[in-house]
């Protein structure tokens, strides 16, 4: 069974740091390129980032860029988010996701719970 | 910057059918697939359907797509309580370099 867990949220000051986890099992994850998404309070869906098998192609929303990195490690089937200078607006919950690409589309085939990162003083 | 734009909610009798749409301004949809995705109350979305109207294994037949040009829509025939739920299009943003997702639609079960 494909499963996705996240961890590592909490509450973090504005301008602070948080690295939060999404452990994969039940699938061959060093095939698969692999995204996190957020989504604030009351809000929709907003992709946050995406990170290729051997971690060549890296993309980030472009309101994101140099504040958040997205890392992964195949052996321990883990992929992470770092996300610094931390602000009100980044308060989401945070989801990984595979992404099913089949070479004519893709699509995020299964999601995490949601980790909730929440930023306030 | 791109949007996906849905109505804010659609509802409709248990046993009706809804449609809602996704349009956006730029070509976004025409030039990439789309899926739709279904977040139930206080869930993680899920794939709904897929490469414009491809459903997952599991996904009854009452939850359909279609695409024309820069345009998508899901239907959901025979409305039943459990379809209560938020629905979110998504499409390939060359500009992003990743998924764009619609604005959402709350649908109500009356």
């Known amino acids: 069974e494909v499963q996705l867990v996240e961890s590592g949220g909490g509450l973090v000051k504005p301008g602070g740091s948080l690295r939060i986890s999404c452990t994969a099992s039940?699938?061959?994850?060093?095939?698969?390129?692999m995204n996190w998404v957020r989504q604030a309070p009351g809000k929709g869906l907003e992709w946050v980032a995406s990170?290729?098998?051997?971690?060549?192609?890296?993309f980030y929303a472009a309101s994101l860029r140099g504040r958040f990195a997205v890392s992964r490690d195949n052996p321990t089937n883990s992929l992470y988010l770092e996300m610094n200078r931390l602000r009100a607006e980044d308060t989401a919950v945070y989801y990984c996701?595979?992404?099913?690409?089949?070479?004519?589309?893709?699509?995020?085939?299964?999601w995490g719970q949601g980790s909730l990162v929440t930023v306030s003083s | 910057q791109s949007v996906l734009t849905q109505p804010p909610s659609v509802s409709g009798a248990p046993g009706q059918r809804v449609t809602i749409s996704c349009s956006g301004a730029?070509?976004?949809?025409?030039?990439?697939?789309v899926n739709w995705y279904q977040q139930l109350p206080g869930t993680a979305p899920r794939v709904l359907i897929f490469?414009?109207?491809q459903r997952p294994s599991g996904v009854p037949d009452r939850f359909s797509a279609s695409k024309s040009g820069t345009s998508a829509s899901l239907v959901i025939s025979g409305l039943r309580s459990e379809d209560e739920s938020d629905y979110y299009c998504?499409?390939?943003?060359?500009?992003?370099?990743?998924?764009?997702f619609g604005t959402g639609t709350k649908v109500t079960v009356l």
């Open positions: 996701a595979r992404d099913r690409y089949s070479g004519s589309y893709s699509h995020l085939d299964y």
């Open positions: 490469a414009d109207n």
């Open positions: 039940g699938f061959d994850f060093s095939s698969f390129n």
């Open positions: 998504a499409s390939w943003d060359d500009s992003l370099n990743g998924p764009l």
């Open positions: 730029s070509s976004i949809i025409a030039r990439n697939t």
């Open positions: 990170i290729s098998v051997s971690s060549t192609y890296i």
